[in-house]
T-cell receptor
Framework: EAAVTQSPRNKVAVTGGKVTLSCNQTNNHNNMYWYRQDTGHGLRLIHYSYGAGSTEKGDIPDGYKASRPSQENFSLILELATPSQTSVYFCASGDGWGDEQYFGPGTRLTVL | QQKVQQSPESLIVPEGAMTSLNCTFS??????FAWYRQHSGKAPKALMS????GEKEEGRFTIHLNKASLHFSLHIRDSQPSDSALYLC???????????FGKGTKFSLIP
């Protein structure tokens, strides 16, 4: 089974601070995704990547940047964190067109 | 942009019951339809998927797709306590390898 890990698992940040969420997958999947999950909104796509060096905007990219330095790693960066970015963030990986996505355990981010 | 909607928002049933969860989508050319299950505090995990019109059964779960009606569903029979979770439907549109998720149906068993 695909293995996706995220770090940190929990994070408290201050408004205006920089936050980096990291994701690692060990199954050589080409595609990686960052979602946030909020009550009443389901899973919403922030950024995704087709492979090392590529990033694409999802449905709610404002206030977020992404970086894919290697096949295994995909980061989500909040340059100036705001309280509205308090949420649970999930990373996922997958291969091919519409194939199953494998999710990491999630990061709970609180911005005060 | 693909619109995906789920109903009902929540569902409470007795153990052993049969039930259905629904999902509608807006892109008639969508090509992949899936249900994910998320237990409380855990990551979503794929439950089952379908690519073409019809039904697919895996154990107590059946997925049914009707593209013409822009609708697919998940049927659960003989509900068990382990089925209590948030169920998310997901759709892949044409020419894309990204999924659009619904907001979820919270499924619980009567204690």
């Amino acid at each position: 089974e695909a293995a996706v890990t995220q770090s940190p698992r929990n994070k408290v940040a201050v408004t205006g601070g920089k936050v980096t969420l990291s994701c690692n997958q060990t199954n050589n999947h080409n595609n990686m995704y960052w979602y946030r999950q909020d009550t009443g909104h389901g899973l919403r796509l922030i950024h995704y990547s087709y492979g090392a060096g590529s990033t694409e905007k999802g449905d709610i990219p404002d206030g977020y940047k992404a970086s894919r330095p290697s096949q295994e790693n995909f980061s989500l960066i909040l340059e100036l964190a705001t309280p509205s970015q308090t949420s649970v963030y999930f990373c996922a990986s997958g291969d091919g067109w519409g194939d199953e996505q494998y999710f990491g355990p999630g990061t709970r981010l609180t911005v005060l | 942009q693909q619109k995906v909607q789920q109903s009902p928002e929540s569902l409470i049933v007795p153990e052993g019951a049969m039930t259905s969860l629904n999902c509608t989508f807006s892109d008639s050319a969508s090509q992949y339809f899936a249900w994910y299950r998320q237990h409380s505090g855990k990551a979503p995990k794929a439950l089952m998927s379908i690519f073409s019109n019809g039904e697919k059964e895996e154990g107590r779960f059946t997925i049914h797709l009707n593209k013409a009606s822009l609708h697919f569903s998940l049927h659960i029979r003989d509900s068990q306590p382990s089925d209590s979770a948030l169920y998310l439907c997901a759709v892949r549109g044409t020419g894309s390898n990204r999924l659009t998720f619904g907001k979820g149906t919270k499924f619980s068993l009567i204690p």
